[in-house]
Each structure stands twice: as C-alpha cells, then as structure tokens.
C-alpha cells in the first residue's frame, strides 16, 4: 500500500501520483516564463498516436492583458478562484494530423485522448517544481474558440490553472469545504479482465 497526501493507494505505486491533486486556493504569485516553458516542454514529450503530438496550449500570465481576456471565458464560480493563479491555458488538440509518408491529413480518432496524456505531463512536472495545476471544464465553450482564434479542426479541450498552493481560507465561503485532495472509485469498478461483464 502507499499513502501520501491523506490519500491511500490500493497497490503499491509511486507516491506522486497520491501527491497529485487539484488545488483552488493560490497564492497570486506570478510564473516566470522560463517556469511556465518547463511546464510546456515536459507536455512536449507525452506519448501520441503516430507521434502526431496533437496537444496546444494558449497560455496567459497574470499581469498580462490575456489574463483578464482568459478569466472572462471561465465560469462565474472559476473565476472567483481563478483570479489569484499564476497563469491560465486552454488546452487545445488537433483533430487531424498528416502520417509520415503520406501527403494529405487523416482524421485522429484519439486527439482527445493524446492531449489528455499532454496535460498529465505537465501537472506531474508542475507538482515537481512547486506549482499546483487545476483543470477546468467550467468555460464558455461557445465563445472560446472565437477568443483564442482557433483555427480549423481544432477543438479546445479545456482550461486550466496555475499556481503556487495558498491556505484554503483566500477562497470564497462555499469553496473552502472542498479544498482538499479526492478520493478515487475502487479499481475493481474501473478494470475488467477480458472485456465488460455480460448482463
């Protein structure tokens, strides 16, 4: 067993992945971008399908006249907690990519997918240096593409935030409560040997 963080792990794994979780509460100190490319480049060496490296990231510094232009895509609530994170991104894939040999693109059937893994890599470097990363699915996905001029076939995945971990009492009332690490769903509900139980 492994237990780190409040948090206990089933089978033995490592403890970074208990260490792991998605804060709220930031402290308002700024990223350099020297901080913020680290983060980027370890994304920049997740697996993908063919190597087709689907993942791209929008990024914007507080301080920065993208910041607020960001924060104003995120839900009412993610934006009361938001505003004190380092820097904000929005997680974009490519829907398509161009396979080596050949000259025209093909759809990818796991762009989602890939992108996803991105984003794993760069919170668990995130959490090497110090930074907490959260993921948001709570923006305006209407407006979003528009905002960061998506081009053709891609689609945003989600949002995220940046920061270093503040004490839970800089978050708004309701939140508090919830500013702690996350249990997980037992791993006899999530894997099936030989496929999905009939009936």
Not at 45 to 51: I, K
Not at 126 to 151: C, I, Q, S, V
């Amino acid at each position: 067993m492994t237990e780190a963080n409040g948090r206990k792990a089933d089978h033995q794994i490592d403890p970074i992945f208990l260490e792991r979780w998605s804060p709220r509460a930031f402290t308002g100190d700024s990223i350099s971008e020297a901080d913020l490319f680290r983060l980027f480049e370890a994304a920049r060496w997740a697996p993908s399908t063919y190597n087709s490296q689907p993942w791209r990231f929008c990024y914007a510094r507080r301080e920065t006249p993208a910041f607020d232009k960001f924060l104003g895509l995120l839900s009412e609530t993610n934006q009361s907690w938001t505003k004190n994170a380092a820097a904000l991104v929005f997680v974009v894939s490519k829907k398509s990519f161009t396979p080596a040999g050949q000259q025209a693109p093909i759809d990818s059937y796991s762009h989602s997918f890939d992108t996803g893994a991105a984003w794993a890599s760069l919170a668990f470097q995130g959490l090497k240096m110090g930074w907490a990363t959260h993921g948001m699915g709570g923006f305006d996905h209407a407006r979003a593409p528009g905002e960061l001029n998506l081009p053709e076939g891609h689609r945003v995945e989600m949002a995220m935030a940046i920061g270093r971990k503040a004490d839970k009492s800089v978050l708004p009332e309701a939140l508090q409560a919830r500013e702690k690490p996350s249990a997980r769903n037992p791993l006899t509900q999530l894997i099936f040997e030989g496929g999905f139980p009939r009936g």
